[in-house]
């Protein structure tokens, strides 16, 4: 076994830190219009320019910003597309943690036109990570099925849209668009956070699906087809791995059931080079569904919780990596937390030293089991 050369790594993270405070501070300062967009952003660039030392400095070969420019992991990014509008959510999102369930009202997301990408979403805040990292710069949009899984066919204007099939024609194709530039821009390595097909494991969500008017059945391969034609103008030095999650909102989580009923699709139909899969508890399921990755993809494992600050042991990650090892070539296999610490500005219930201590932990045991990172 040997470290890896290109992404994923050993050991590695799906890329949202806990936000500093003043970088909080800013961001509230900024939507009371206390203080310019440019202020913000000088807070962000400083902020941004730490979080990429301390993660080379803890050893880590990926590299992100964070997501400190974001206030929602996924709608900044989704709500720049023209067409696409940010509007309050008519039911509550249910989150179960260890002290009982958490509601939360996020905004939702409508497609009032027709999708276009008038500029490049991404591009400046990749660009900054490129030029003051050392290591490999990771970039992480999410998925474009989450424009389409939390409202279904209602959230989508039949006027521009008659013809599902024309939506996620064009949705794929604004997204390819994206995927392209920032190509050009030299990012080698590029997560899309696919929450929807990890819910889709849970029968309670599927009833809900089945509740807007889809088939939870057929949608796993819709979203199949989506991601491909998202991605399909990939760069060839381009690394593309996929992020899958049970829901992560201060501490919180949403889904519950094993991959099995997407995991052939998973593995099989969908064009990327990797997958980032939460294990860290036992509403995951088995190791079971690993049996179905073919040769020459990379299952990153997120055995270490970004929900608390309790810190795994060396021994226990190790014992748990080779329970996948029997399901998966142990030389397929990696190491992260299974999700990120802070999908939305609010952050998961632990501390930035708990966070580092936690990254710190999986370069320690991928040097171990893997030789390196």
Known sequence: MSAR????????????????????EARARREKGEITAEALTKVEDECILEIIRRQEDVGLKGITDGEFRRRYWHIDFLASFTGVSVVEASINAKFHTKEGDLEWRPPALRVAGRLSRPRSIMASAFDYVKKNAKQTAKLTIPSPSTMHFRGGRKAIDD???????????ELGRVYAEEVAEIGKLGCTYLQVDEVNLAYLCDPNLQEQV??????????????ARLINASVAT?????TICMHLCRGNFQSGWVAEGGYDP???ILFNEIDVDGYFLEYDTERAGTFAPLRFVPKGKTVVLGLVTSKSGELETADSLKRRIDEAAKFCPLDQLALSPQCGFSSTLEGNKLTEDDQWKKLALCVKVATEVWGGV
Do not use: C, N
């Open 5 to 24: 050369t290109k992404p994923p790594f050993r050991a590695d993270h799906v890329g949202s830190l806990l936000r500093p405070k003043r970088l909080v």
């Open 159 to 169: 006027k521009a849209y008659p013809e599902m099939q024309l939506f996620y024609d």
């Open 234 to 238: 990939r760069a060839k030095d381009m």
């Open 262 to 264: 997407v995991a052939e």
């Open 210 to 223: 089945r509740g807007i008017g889809e088939d939870p059945k057929q949608l796993p391969r819709t979203y």
